[in-house]
């Protein structure tokens, strides 16, 4: 399965592909997933595997995070995000974070490639961390976490490393407007 999604991602052509900002082609997203019904059999196979970790990970223990929407990373050589824009960000507006902890948004990132996550630990800009996923891990992390992709670690390398994210919420209203496909994990 990802395999197969990564190959599915490299062959779809670079005009979809837009710069994260500040990131030139180093970092990419497609932001277009959701309605270009050129990228249709992409989403769905996104969808499909999102929905793996969703049905067997999230929704286990929030149950209230029934609706998702998918997205896809592509970055190359050993600039992370924090490097290329110098600041770490959050997924969501900081009002999801008055709900009840159940129904608090989530975002999960699924390495297709090896992946780093850069991710704020404690005081505010002063002690940042790094996660090291593997192909077919995911990390699920908060609302309130602030974070960044990190480098792929190799600066020969200037291949393109793929990633799928999803945005996790239990009202559609709190997700995030620029990027992904909307899906309710009970329908």
Known sequence: MIDNMKEVLS???SKWWINQNGCKKDRQYLKELSSAPQLEMVRKQAEAMIRVYMT???????????????GALRSKGDNSQY??????????EASVNTKVPDERPQSIIVALDPFNIIYESGIPD???????LYPGQAIVFPSSLRHAGGSNGITADRTYKY???AYIVSEESDFPSEVGTRLNVNK
């Open 11 to 13: 062959k779809v052509e």
């Open 56 to 70: 067997n990970f999230v929704t286990r223990f929030y149950k209230s995070l029934t609706h998702f929407r998918v």
């Open 83 to 92: 490097d290329l824009q110098g600041t770490l960000h959050r997924d969501y």
């Open 126 to 132: 002063t002690n940042m961390q790094t996660a090291h």
């Open 163 to 165: 990633h799928l994210f």
